[in-house]
């Protein structure tokens, strides 16, 4: 998992520099940016101002319920998916955080795949990317500088995962900064021809989606959607989200 880290973290010092640039630039996308002319199509700019949401009808949402859960630390995962990009967004205390993993039921079908995060959900793939640098020091690792999520993509197999999609390809993301009262938030924005071709799905209309925070330790502290105890204990599912593609 290091040397994973590794190359993933080096892809996206590589890959994301325009994205970073244009954060710090207060959101000007003019000016030489690597990629004007996919910036300037998308319903969602990567530049950690998350006004553009608000405007758009069709973004599917899950928030953390206040308490009665689990993992505490993921607050608010939302998704939109345009012509050209599926777009999130993601709001967390950030406390030992290292990596965002979504996870995906390709086949919009619940009764193939994988359970063991979601029960009843079905996926058939995985992203992995982490949001902080790794610190290696001698009482342990610890959470370094704060960068933009640029996952490594991957498909489940009989025997484990096959990556589909490396680092520094698919995704621009804005570096997680502070939010609102302790939380912290983040953007991106995934290529999704791409991403749907790698995954062999390129034809597909829906898919469910949901998402894991994990800590250093790659300890689960997050999940979206989520339900409490006592929904849980009433026999309530915990449904992934539906992305419908226009
Ligand atoms: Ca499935």
Redesign the pocket.
């Known amino acids: 998992m290091k040397k994973l880290m590794a190359f993933a973290a080096a892809a996206a010092m590589i890959a994301f520099s325009a994205c970073e640039k244009n954060g710090n630039e207060g959101g000007n996308n003019n000016g030489g940016s690597d990629e004007p002319e996919i910036e300037s199509n998308a319903a969602i700019q990567c530049d950690g101002d998350y006004s553009d949401w608000e405007a758009l009808e069709g973004v599917v949402v899950a928030t953390c319920p206040a308490d009665d859960v689990l993992y505490e630390q993921f607050k608010t995962f939302k998704v939109y998916a345009d012509e050209e990009f599926i777009h999130i967004f993601c709001e967390f205390i950030p406390e030992e955080t290292l990596v965002f993993v979504p996870y995906f039921?390709?086949?919009?079908?619940?009764?193939?795949?994988n359970n063991s995060k979601w029960s009843g959900?079905?996926?058939?793939a995985k992203a992995e990317g982490s949001v902080f640098e790794e610190i290696e020091t001698e009482d342990g690792t610890v959470q370094g500088a704060a960068k933009a999520w640029d996952p490594n993509f991957y498909h489940y197999t009989d025997s484990g995962t096959e990556k589909v999609l490396a680092s520094g390809m698919a995704v621009l993301s804005s570096v997680p900064a502070p939010y609102k009262n302790g939380t912290w938030a983040f953007e991106a924005s995934i290529l999704r021809e791409l991403v749907l071709d790698a995954y062999g799905i390129s034809g597909a209309t829906q898919f469910t989606m949901g998402m894991y925070q994990y800590d250093l330790n790659w300890s689960c502290i997050g999940q979206l959607p989520c339900k409490t105890f006592a929904q849980k204990e009433a026999g309530e599912l915990e449904p992934m989200l539906t992305i419908t593609l226009p």
């Open positions: 039921d390709l086949d919009n079908d619940p009764s193939t795949g959900a079905g996926y058939e």
